[in-house]
């Protein structure tokens, strides 16, 4: 079954991010190219990465801000770069309000399951429900 645009567009957004944050915060135009590199992302795919990872990064601290909220009983800086990024993703897509909320949570659930490590899910899940409440959308 092949994945969706959006879907790979969400895991390539993911990789950058983590590129973005392990890599002491470059600009996604020193990044993509690799990126497209390594996935042979075609043009559509490339816009809609650059887009996601674009708007993460302009708001990162806001959406760090927002999840912490709902994170109850961890500091941001204790989370694995991975379930951090899933996070960014996942809040900005949500305050975005383009992607119906149940949507967004599943597509980061499948990050989650796909990068991150065993527990990632269920916490993601807890946290985006969380955030998505707060806004209004669920």
């Not at 601290?61 to 990024?85: G, I, K, P, T």
């Amino acid at each position: 079954m092949a994945i969706r645009l959006e879907s790979r567009a969400r895991a390539r957004a993911l990789q950058l991010l983590y590129a973005w944050e392990t890599d002491g915060r470059p600009t996604i135009e020193e990044l993509l190219p690799g990126i497209v590199r390594l996935t042979n992302a075609d043009a559509a795919l490339r816009d809609r990465v650059k887009e996601l990872a674009g708007g993460v990064i302009a708001h990162w601290e806001e959406l760090d801000r927002a999840y912490a909220a709902s994170a109850e009983h961890w500091r941001v800086d204790r989370l694995a770069v991975v379930d951090r990024n899933i996070l960014r993703l996942g809040v900005h897509e949500l305050m975005e309000g383009a992607v119906p909320p149940k949507v967004v949570i599943d597509q980061a659930l499948w990050l989650a399951h796909r990068f991150g490590g065993p527990q990632s899910p269920a916490f993601i899940n807890g946290v985006l429900d969380a955030v998505a409440r707060s806004l209004g959308r669920l």
